[in-house]
C-alpha cells in the first residue's frame, strides 16, 4: 500500500529551549530563515506525502497560522514588487494538504501519534518528528518507505550513536539483514551505555502500519505519565517484524540547543548566498 500520509507530532512545550519557547512553538524556531517544522514538512514532501496531519497544543496556532494563505502579505509584496519572497510565501501553503488535530494534555510521543488513528485510517503511514533535521540526498523518509516497500513490514530509522547518545535515545536489540536493514528484536528507551543493546539509536523517523494503534493502546504508561513509542514498538514485536534502517546522510538534533546551533551554522554554508561571508567570518574568530 502506497504511503500517502505522515504524522508531524508537535504538541510539547520545548522545555529544552526555554525561555524561547515560552511564549512561540520550538517548531518555529528559524533554523538559517526557515522554521524547524517546515524542513520536516518538506522532506515529506519530497518523498511524495502530500497528507500531513500536525499534532498540535493550545500554544501551537502559529504552526496553523504559517502554513496558511496570508493574503496581505502577499499583497504588501506584490505592491513592493519584491517577486521572490511573494514566490515563497505563496509557496508554503501549497506543500501539502495539512489537517490540524489537538493533543490536549502531553501523555507522550506513543499518545500524540495515537491521536491520529482515525486520520490514518487502515493505512501505513509516515512519522516525522520535527526536531531532527535530515540532509540527505534522498530524503531520509523516502529511504524509510523504499525499505517498507521492499519489507513489508513497519521500518524505523536507526544511527549509530557514542556512549552519550545511549543517554538521550531509545536503543535496538537487532539482527543484521543487510548492510543497512536490521531485524529488530528488542528495544530500550534511553537505557545509558551500561544497559545499552548496541550503538544502534532510533533517531525520529518511522514507517508504521495501523497495528501501531493497537500495541499504542496495550502499552502502561511511564513512571512520568507518559507512552512511549519505544514501549509501544516492543508490544508491536509481538505480532509483526519491524525492521530499522541506517539512513544515509547527516542528522542535526535541533531539538537540542547545540545541535540547532549545529544545523544552523551547517545548513547555511551549503548556502551559496551564504557560504563565502559566513566562511570568512568564522575564520576571522578569536575565541
Do not use: W
Not at 506513543?110 to 509516515?126: Q, W
Not at 523517523?205 to 497495528?211: G, K, L, Q, S
Amino acid at each position: 500500500m502506497k504511503i500517502k500520509k505522515a504524522i508531524i507530532p508537535a504538541a510539547g512545550f520545548g522545555t529544552r529551549f526555554l525561555p524561547a519557547t515560552k511564549s512561540q512553538p520550538k517548531e518555529m524556531l528559524i533554523v538559517v530563515d526557515k522554521p524547524l517544522i517546515q524542513y520536516g514538512v518538506e522532506e515529506a514532501v519530497k518523498s511524495g506525502i502530500k497528507k500531513i496531519a500536525v499534532i498540535t497544543s493550545r500554544r501551537k496556532s502559529s504552526i496553523e497560522t504559517h502554513f496558511d494563505r496570508s493574503p496581505e502579505l502577499e499583497q504588501f509584496l506584490k505592491e513592493k514588487s519584491k517577486s521572490d519572497f511573494l514566490e515563497e510565501v505563496k509557496k508554503i501553503p501549497e506543500l501539502a494538504d495539512f489537517c490540524y488535530i489537538r493533543q490536549k494534555k502531553a501523555l507522550g510521543l506513543g499518545h500524540a501519534i495515537l491521536m491520529a488513528e482515525d486520520y490514518v485510517g487502515k493505512e501505513a503511514f509516515a512519522v516525522l518528528l520535527p526536531d531532527d533535521i535530515f540532509d540527505c540526498d534522498k530524503p531520509c523518509i523516502k529511504q524509510l518507505i523504499d525499505a517498507y516497500y521492499e519489507l513489508k513490514a513497519p521500518v524505523i530509522v536507526v544511527g549509530r550513536v557514542d556512549e552519550e547518545g545511549t543517554k538521550r535515545y531509545g536503543i535496538i536489540k537487532s539482527k543484521q539483514i543487510s548492510e543497512r536493514v536490521f531485524k529488530v528484536e528488542d528495544l530500550i528507551e534511553k537505557p545509558g551505555p551500561e544497559k545499552a543493546f548496541s550503538d544502534l539509536a532510533v533517531l525520529g523517523r518511522y514507517v508504521f502500519t495501523h497495528e501501531i494503534f493497537d500495541a499504542i493502546r496495550k502499552t502502561e504508561p511511564d513512571n512520568k505519565g507518559e507512552i512511549q513509542i519505544t514501549d509501544a514498538i516492543r508490544n508491536l514485536l509481538k505480532t509483526q517484524s519491524v525492521y530499522g534502517y541506517l539512513f544515509e546522510g547527516k542528522r542535526y538534533d535541533a531539538g537540542d540547543k547545540q545541535g540547532f546551533l549545529e544545523a544552523t551554522i551547517e545548513l547555511a554554508l551549503k548556502r551559496p548566498e551564504f557560504r563565502e561571508n559566513l566562511r570568512a567570518y568564522i575564520d576571522s574568530l578569536k575565541i
